[in-house]
Nanobody, 119 residues
Framework: QVQLVESGGGLVQAGGSLRLSCAAS????????MGWYRQAPGKQRELVAT???????NYADSVKGRFTISRDNAKNTVYLQMNSLKPEDTAVYYC?????????????WGQGTQVTVSS
C-alpha cells in the first residue's frame, strides 16, 4: 500500500505562484508515473501534469508554459511549480501515482489540496 500526502495549496492572487508537493510513503517500490490532477466545483477531474520515473513529462494544454512538474525519486516526492496562476486554475489538486505489482497497475490518490486563485 502507498500513501500520498499533498501540501502547498493555498490562496494566491492572479499572476502569483504556488508550489505543491506530494510525498509517497509505504511500499513505494516500483512506482511508475506520478502526477497531478485537479477538480473544480461542478467539473470532472482532469489531468494537469504527469512525470514518469525516467523523467518524461506530460502537461495539459491549459498549463503548458506556466506549470512545471518535477520529481525526486530518492525522496519519492513529486512537485508542481505553478506560475502565472489564473482564476480558472482554482480547484482541488490531487496527487496520483501508479505502481506495478506483479504486472498489474495499481493507482493511488492523495486527499487533495485546495488551490484558490483570486482575480
Amino acid at each position: 500500500q502507498v500513501q500520498l500526502v499533498e501540501s502547498g495549496g493555498g490562496l494566491v492572487q492572479a499572476g502569483g505562484s504556488l508550489r505543491l508537493s506530494c510525498a509517497a510513503s509505504g511500499k513505494v517500490s516500483s512506482l511508475n508515473a506520478m502526477g497531478w490532477y485537479r477538480q473544480a466545483p461542478g467539473k470532472q477531474r482532469e489531468l494537469v501534469a504527469t512525470i514518469t520515473s525516467a523523467g518524461s513529462r506530460n502537461y495539459a494544454d491549459s498549463v503548458k508554459g506556466r506549470f512545471t512538474i518535477s520529481r525526486d525519486n530518492a525522496k519519492n516526492t513529486v512537485y508542481l511549480q505553478m506560475n502565472s496562476l489564473k482564476p480558472e486554475d482554482t480547484a482541488v489538486y490531487y496527487c496520483n501515482a501508479d505502481q506495478d505489482i506483479l504486472g498489474i497497475g495499481v493507482e493511488y490518490w492523495g486527499q487533495g489540496t485546495q488551490v484558490t486563485v483570486s482575480s
